[in-house]
């Protein structure tokens, strides 16, 4: 029987629609027959899509069959969504990549060949149920005798073969051989799964992708183009996944790289699955190094270098389609990152920061701007001078200030700062930016002002070896140091504090002016003033002068001319100022002390004398208890350190003419008699010991030592009666209070029971021991310890301390033993 068809909707790869009126029997398996009333399907499509079972060809061709006006004008209004001029298209590229991937290796082929005119039906045919049935066998029909591999083939062969599959299948297409066009296009695609010859793959990609663009544009043609596009579109996102299942990441690669192409034509706005693609490529580099790879590396001879290199031509094509009108300061973002890890050559980096600069310059948003120029400023700094780097900076400012627009991108704006300090260590060379400081007033915010002056102060320290006077960095960095320091108030923590005070401390250290001591004084002059909230920092000054003065009396060599003596009393005024402003009566103590020293060593004596009667007379302020890391401890042992220090420093002190004799030491002795000492503390009888000693020393002819061009109490008295007296008095009152003292333990504690007695007992032979040792070294000085003339013998009886000190010793030490006796 004869079916009737409607021809009015017919397509050749669309499912038709066949009317029977009879029962067909014997029908080709898979084949479809229905009653004179009903109508079926042509028989199932072997190419029925895996998503929903339909045809992708006939379902693009339904949709331009139903497609309505209204479809029409959204397609035209998707129009604008095409690429444009600006794009390079693919062609573009074929010639490069067929000239640069070459090889002399032999290649194969396997096509497909068939008589175009075999199972032709003639045009008049009536029975199109029957063509229909005709083009499915033949689909199916991939017999062995249709398929021939050739092989040795050259490339030009190859290339020779891939355009005579071009042409044929222009041909069967034109005849209306759509089964054998849609075979070649099969075998074709088959051939990209073949690295056979790897170094050839791209060229071999750009080739046989040549045909699917012949088999596209053909189905364009002949389907409705909206449709066609929509149907894409709708796959790409499950093509793009199809993908991850290719085992070869260079097969896989390129494989992105055409649906990449395809997805720029119909749909470039759709860059999800762009990206998608990238990063899946990205994700396939660690197959690089799995087994069967390498084993395909070893087998063909070729270094993994010269693999990669390979995978250029896909890559640079799927970045240049996901870059495809994107934002500019993104795209030079991105390409400032990639500078800053490989460099570029150096013929090359000025074009392309001029380049670069001249579109970063142009964008318009502050935010946009900033984030990509502060990338672009680590390869500025990296590659130029402090010119480039000034320029860029002064860009950066005509765009941030206005509306101040900085004050949202104080995080950009220290990213500049931190890059600069990394590469530019010579602050005189980075100070002489006339935009440097000018920047840095963008940071209007405190609490970041302060980050960034505390990070160039960090990098200052760190890399500034040698001591500077360079005005220019004296200059901005004391504008630096004072920004820190206007910064503290009564909120701030004392950990903040000290790191603040630490870092101006360091530049302190670093300046130097040489023999230029005027001018390094006045340096230090105006550094007080300009932190004086910082007490460490005072401290650290007041060190630095007294090293001043030190460096004076080494440099006149100890005889200082009317000029040097007049500076070095200016360096003790200094210290005498500046030490009551500190409020810490420790640091007080040991500066007045280290400064009359240091006065004393530079012959200022009554400088030296003001410093010494300054430190005895805040001596009642030391309180009975400090605070050390937050836990409250007595002040004992540190107020003794001290004092101990300050009786070494009387032997050499001369006494003032008009304030009597041993002035210093009686006033030391009444303020610590006065000094409200803890409870059962035996600190004041550890003074009054220590004492001993440098009273003894005074009583010598000649002193254990002496300071040059300062005359002590031994050239002034010169071994006076009076002068021994006074210190014989004085040593015997010392040590009528020892004794006091000893005999107020032995009556503290009722001696009933054995533990007690013996605690005493320890106690008195240790503080007999102690004394005995005390005038045994004062017996060195005179000669008396073991054996000795009898002219020293005579000379030393005849000093009555000695005899003094040796005779209530040895009774002391006597009613110490009866007592624990």
């Not at 029909?141 to 290339?159: C, I, M, P, T």
């Not at 693609?277 to 070729?302: C, G, P, Y």
Request: aromatic letters at 8%; glycine letters at 4%.
């Amino acid at each position: 029987e004869v079916a009737l068809v409607e021809f009015g909707d017919y397509h050749p790869l669309k499912p038709i629609m066949v009317t029977d009126t009879k029962t067909r029997r014997g029908a080709r398996k898979g084949s479809t027959s229905s009653s004179s009333s009903s109508s079926s399907s042509a028989p199932v499509d072997p190419l029925s899509s895996m998503l929903d079972g339909t045809d992708p060809l006939s379902m693009f061709a339904a949709a331009s069959a139903s497609e309505t006006p209204r479809s029409l004008k959204t397609n035209l209004e998707k129009e604008e969504e095409v690429v444009g001029p600006d794009f390079e298209h693919w062609l573009s590229k074929r010639g490069e990549i067929l000239a640069r991937f070459t090889t002399t290796e032999k290649l194969s082929i396997q096509c497909f060949f068939a008589s175009v005119s075999g199972k032709a039906l003639s045009p008049g045919s009536s029975a199109v149920s029957e063509k229909v049935r005709t083009r499915l066998e033949e689909l199916d029909d991939l017999e062995e005798g249709s398929q021939r591999e050739l092989l040795n083939l050259s490339q030009q062969d190859y290339a020779n073969r891939i355009e005579e599959l071009n042409q044929s299948l222009k041909e069967a297409w034109a005849s209306d051989q759509k089964v054998k066009a849609l075979k070649i296009v099969i075998q074709c695609s088959k051939l990209l799964s073949d690295t056979s010859v790897i170094q050839f793959y791209p060229s071999k990609f750009v080739l046989i992708t040549d045909i699917l663009d012949t088999f596209v544009f053909l189905l364009s043609t002949s389907i409705f183009s909206s449709a066609f596009h929509s149907g894409i579109q709708e796959t790409l996102p499950r093509l793009t996944a199809m993908i991850r299942g290719i085992g070869d990441p260079l097969v896989a690669a390129y494989a992105r790289a055409y649906l990449c192409r395809v997805g720029m034509e119909v749909a470039p706005h759709l860059k999800d699955s762009l990206n998608r693609n990238f990063f899946d490529l990205l994700s396939t580099f660690k197959q690089i190094s799995a087994e069967s790879v390498q084993n395909q590396l070893v087998l063909q001879r070729v270094e993994v270098p010269e693999y990669l290199t390979l995978y250029s031509p896909a890559i640079n094509w799927i970045l240049q389609c996901i870059a495809y009108r994107a934002p500019e300061h993104l795209l030079f973002g991105s390409l400032g990152r990639s500078l800053a890890c490989a460099d570029p050559p150096e013929s090359e980096r000025l074009t392309i920061l001029n380049e670069a600069w001249k579109v970063i310059t142009k964008v318009r948003s502050p935010q946009d701007y900033v984030n990509c120029a502060e990338i672009w400023v680590e390869f500025t700094c990296r590659h130029f001078t402090k010119r480039e780097v000034n320029t860029v900076l002064a860009d950066i400012i005509k765009h941030m200030t206005p509306d101040r627009a900085f004050e949202d991108a104080y995080p950009q704006l220290q990213s500049v700062i931190r890059k600069i300090l990394t590469y530019f260590h010579d602050f005189s060379l980075l100070f002489s930016m006339e935009r440097f400081l000018p920047f840095l007033d963008m940071f209007q915010k405190d609490s970041v002002r302060v980050e960034v002056c505390k990070s160039i102060m960090e990098v200052f320290i760190k890399h500034q070896v040698e001591l500077t006077r360079d005005p220019v960095i004296l200059n901005a960095m004391l504008h630096i140091c004072k920004t820190m320091h206007d910064s503290v108030n009564a909120l701030t923590l004392e950990d903040e504090k000290r790191s603040l005070a630490l870092l101006i401390i360091g530049f302190i250290r670093m300046v130097s002016f040489g023999r230029d001591f005027e001018q390094q004084l006045s340096f230090c002059v105006e550094a007080r003033a300009t932190f004086c909230n910082l007490e460490p920092v005072l401290v650290q000054l007041i060190h630095t002068v007294n090293q001043l003065a030190m460096e004076t009396l080494r440099v006149v060599r100890g005889s200082h001319s009317r000029k040097t003596a007049a500076f070095v009393r200016a360096c003790a005024a200094y210290s005498f100022i500046t030490i009551p402003s500190l409020s810490s009566i420790f640091s007080r103590l040991s500066l007045y002390l280290l400064s009359g020293q240091v006065a004393l060593a530079n012959q200022c004596l009554s400088q030296s004398d003001a410093f010494l009667q300054a430190a005895v007379s805040i001596l009642p302020e030391v309180p009975r208890s400090i605070s050390i890391e937050g836990k409250l401890r007595s002040s004992e042992s540190f107020l003794l350190d001290f004092i101990n220090n300050f009786l070494a420093t009387l032997l050499v002190v001369p006494d003032h003419p008009e304030h009597g004799v041993l002035y210093l030491v009686r006033g030391l002795l009444n303020m610590v008699q006065d000094y409200t000492w803890e409870d059962n503390s035996d600190a004041k009888v550890r003074v009054y010991i220590s004492a001993l000693p440098l009273l003894a020393a005074m009583s010598q002819e000649t002193y254990l030592y002496s300071i040059p061009k300062v005359d002590s109490n031994e050239t002034l008295y010169g071994g006076d009666p009076k002068f021994l007296s006074e210190i014989n008095k004085l040593c015997e009152t010392l040590i009528g209070q020892i004794l006091d003292h000893l005999k107020a333990l032995g009556r503290d504690e009722v001696r009933t029971e054995t533990t007690h007695c013996d605690q005493h007992g320890s106690v008195f032979l240790s503080w007999c021991f102690h004394i005995c040792n005390i005038v045994e070294k004062s017996c060195e000085a005179f000669a008396v310890k073991n054996f000795y003339s009898a002219k020293e013998r005579r000379r030393v009886m005849g000093h009555s301390v000695g005899l003094s000190c040796l005779s209530v010793c040895l009774s002391l030490c006597l009613s110490v033993c009866l007592s624990v006796c």
